[in-house]
């Protein structure tokens, strides 16, 4: 030994890195990408692919040429970005506005508050919402392309939209079990919820996320409608047709849950995830819109310091 | 038997208690030991020898220089040779007086009998006296002088003694193996206690992790005649030894910032102090010798030691007769991973409160490249103090000193639980620790123009 180290303890450090989560967060989107991927064909994959790439590409170019500062760059974080933005969006989106969504992701939402662990917003939340109002036709185009497992391709509004024009009584014959394990028509974070759920399992036993953000929303999101639903089922849409339609599993498993964007502490996180799926339910009972979850996530975010102000840890030995 | 734990925070690290079955072997003398007179909290003990004098075994060489202090005896007989500053683990000067060693000569009175003395003959106020007169001072890491703790300020009683025999800190065994090979010991130096506290209960709280030990705790409670003296299982997590904890965990309690153990009724000793304490009162042999061991994760188990050493014994000495420092290690440790320090000087000297000299490899002990926070919530959630240190690192950064007096920085206990759990490796304690100083710094100038 020629040379001893010497620095202050501890002296050992857990396995956990900011890379090592963003890989499981990468993992746990693996199932419903695949399947969306197996249903949707080429088309899904030049998608994901554009966004996943364009946003590391800009993050690492901001990094570098606009902060210079490279070291800042983290390309796990910016590719769990991209692969959320590519999940939110129809499969037909042009390469093009894929990529003004990448750019404004990370850019705008991400890079101009200061890089990793600065932003406000959910990056691919917010994308997703400035393409719907920048580019709204072809954004709720929701034509099905050529999937490597065929189905008979349709189009036309989603689920949510039927229920948002012609009311409850348009989805009342909704096979739930079907929508649970394949729901074609949406974008492709809305395929499966099953393969969204085995992601947010395996987040959990990864202890990478708490569950009390989405089960909080879940929670809400069945009460408020379970409520509406009870007075008026002709009017409202039930319970498990507002859990497992649109993008609600997909936002509340993997969007709500962003380490940076949402509350630090447990209790926190039940109040965010409560006034995110009061939200949803108020938009989609009331709103112009037939979804909701990307703008109460949104909205919420803003209410994050809020909520960290109020809520903290106990400390030791006082009241 | 329900595991205790305590209430808030804590993390799990791998235990790697790896030197756990290797037996504790008397350390042979080496020829010049250096006593530190700073080997406790407190004030640094007065030298009364000077240079030339012959000193036994056992010898009082130097004595308390303030009410918290303690006496500092000789541990080998020999002629002493200086007494100086000289660098300590950290590099840092203090007084320490070198004796040549010559023979092995104890001073009279010293029981060396291996019986087992059950009689606790001496009342309590000749305890505690004869605990201050032999030095006796917390070994679980604060080295707080035993006797003080011993005599509860007036108006405060003990309600609970806490045995610590928990080890939370991953790779020590010294008190792992005392517990298993002077477990009756052990339990009469608590009953010790016990009788100078006043005849609190007392509880032995160990880590599941060490089951033999609980079984031979158990045992040796069970064989004894003592009253209220019981074993409690305790869940493997750290920082489970820690004083504030060990207290939360056994009694439920938790004591308020800034207050002592004893305002919530509790005085916790370390299962080497009590070791310590039933060789003072029972043997009369003041506490000149502790158990450590030599251990790391780049050293093969059959290298590892568990040593009875004499207190002074320079490091490089121990390092020397365990084999060397074994190839691949990067850092030398005295102590756990945790709280330990990494040894600055290897000439430096053990002290009272020495616990191991720990090899760690460059790979096991390699931080993060430190990124910015992701806001995951790792360092409050591991807190054991319920402290958000990733806020704590904003104000050090913003040198917010009142911002930080107000978010608690003074109820930091330096577990380390926040920078061993940081995913960016940030170096949260890093920047916590030399805080809470400069925090020191205006609480003080506060009090002075009051």
Request: hydrophobic share 45%; net charge neutral.
């Amino acid at each position: 030994m020629d040379k001893m180290l010497v620095s202050p303890s501890p002296h050992i450090h857990a396995k956990v890195s900011t890379d090592s989560l963003m890989r499981d967060v990468i993992i746990a989107l693996c199932p419903a990408i695949i399947v969306s991927v197996l249903f949707l064909g080429w088309a899904e994959l030049l998608v994901l692919a554009v966004s996943a790439v364009s946003c590391v590409a800009i993050e690492w170019a901001i990094c570098k040429w606009v902060m210079h500062k490279p070291e800042l760059c983290s390309c796990s974080s910016a590719l769990v970005t991209g692969l959320l933005l590519a999940m939110n969006l129809p499969v037909t989106t042009p390469w093009w506005i894929v990529l003004i969504g990448a750019v404004f992701a990370i850019g705008v939402v991400k890079m101009s508050f200061g890089g990793l662990g600065q932003n406000i917003f959910n990056p691919a939340i917010a994308a997703r919402v400035f393409l719907l109002v920048s580019f709204p036709a072809q954004m709720t185009d929701w034509t099905v392309t050529k999937g490597f497992i065929s189905l008979d391709a349709v189009s036309g509004p989603t689920l949510l939209g039927l229920a948002s024009e012609q009311g409850a009584g348009a989805v009342a014959g909704l096979d739930h079990l079907q929508t649970l394990l394949l729901n074609i028509g949406g974008s492709a974070g809305e395929i499966s919820a099953l393969a969204l759920l085995a992601g947010f399992v395996y987040l959990l036993c990864r202890r990478v996320i708490k569950p009390w953000i989405t089960l909080s929303i879940f929670a809400t999101v069945a009460a408020v409608s379970g409520i509406f639903w009870a007075v008026n089922p002709e009017v409202y849409t039930g319970p498990l047709f507002n859990l497992l339609s649109g993008g609600l599993i997909l936002g509340a498993c993997f969007m709500a849950t962003d380490y940076v964007t949402s509350p630090m502490t447990s209790w926190g996180g039940v109040i965010y995830g409560f006034g995110i799926g009061l939200l949803v339910m108020m938009i989609r009972y009331f709103g112009s819109y037939p979804e909701g979850v990307s703008f109460a996530i949104l909205i919420m975010n803003m209410t994050v310091p809020l909520i960290d102000r109020a809520f903290h840890h106990r400390q030791y030995g006082r009241k | 038997m329900s595991k205790l734990t305590f209430s808030i925070g804590g993390v799990h690290p791998d235990d790697s208690k790896l030197s756990k079955d290797c037996a504790i072997e008397v350390l042979p003398l080496p020829q010049t030991v250096y006593v530190s007179m700073n080997q406790h909290l407190g004030a640094p003990a007065k030298p009364l020898v000077t240079v030339g004098d012959k000193v036994l075994a056992g010898q009082v060489i130097a004595e308390p220089g303030g009410f918290i202090s303690a006496y500092v005896h000789s541990p080998v007989s020999g002629t002493v040779k200086s007494i100086g500053p000289r660098k300590d683990l950290a590099g840092n000067p203090a007084v320490h007086v070198e004796i040549a060693v010559e023979g092995d000569e104890w001073v009279e009175g010293i029981d060396f009998s291996n019986d087992i003395d059950v009689n606790i003959k001496l009342d309590r106020e000749q305890i505690i006296e004869r605990v201050k007169m032999c030095g006796v001072v917390g070994l679980g890491g604060a080295t707080f002088p035993t006797h003080v703790k011993l005599c509860p300020p007036p108006g405060k009683t003990a309600e609970c003694l806490i045995i610590n025999g928990a080890e939370c800190e991953p790779y020590l065994t010294s008190d792992y193996r005392i517990m298993l090979e002077k477990s009756k010991e052990i339990v009469i130096g608590a009953a010790i206690m016990q009788k100078a506290l006043g005849g609190c209960p007392c509880v032995i709280g160990i880590e599941d992790n060490k089951p033999e030990a609980i079984a031979a705790m158990s045992d040796a409670v069970a064989s004894l005649p003592y009253e209220g003296i019981r074993v409690a299982v305790l869940a493997k997590r750290y920082p489970q030894g820690g004083e504030k904890q060990l207290i939360n965990a056994v009694m439920g309690r938790e004591v308020p910032p800034g207050a002592l153990p004893i305002d919530a009724g509790a005085v916790v000793q370390n299962a080497g102090t009590a070791l310590a304490v039933y060789e003072a009162v029972q043997k009369n042999k003041p506490l000149v010798t502790n158990v450590l061991t030599v251990t790391g994760n780049c050293l093969p188990v059959s290298a590892q030691h568990n040593y009875l050493f004499r207190i002074g014994t320079p490091i490089s000495f121990i390092i020397e007769q365990a084999g060397g420092i074994p190839e691949g290690a990067a850092k030398v440790i005295s102590g756990g991973p945790m709280m330990g320090k990494a040894i600055a000087n290897l000439d430096a000297t053990t002290v009272k409160g020495s616990s191991s000299v720990l090899y760690l490899s460059e790979e096991s002990t390699r931080r993060w490249k430190e990124s910015s926070c992701i806001r995951c919530g790792r360092c409050a959630e591991a807190c054991p103090m319920g402290l958000e240190p990733f806020l704590l690192n904003r104000l050090v950064k913003a040198g917010d000193l009142e911002g930080l007096e107000a978010a608690a920085v003074m109820d930091c206990i330096e577990c380390g639980c926040c920078l061993y759990s940081c995913p960016a490796g940030i170096p949260l304690l890093d920047r916590i620790r030399p805080a809470k100083g400069q925090v020191i710094g205006i609480l003080k100038a506060r009090n002075a123009k009051k």
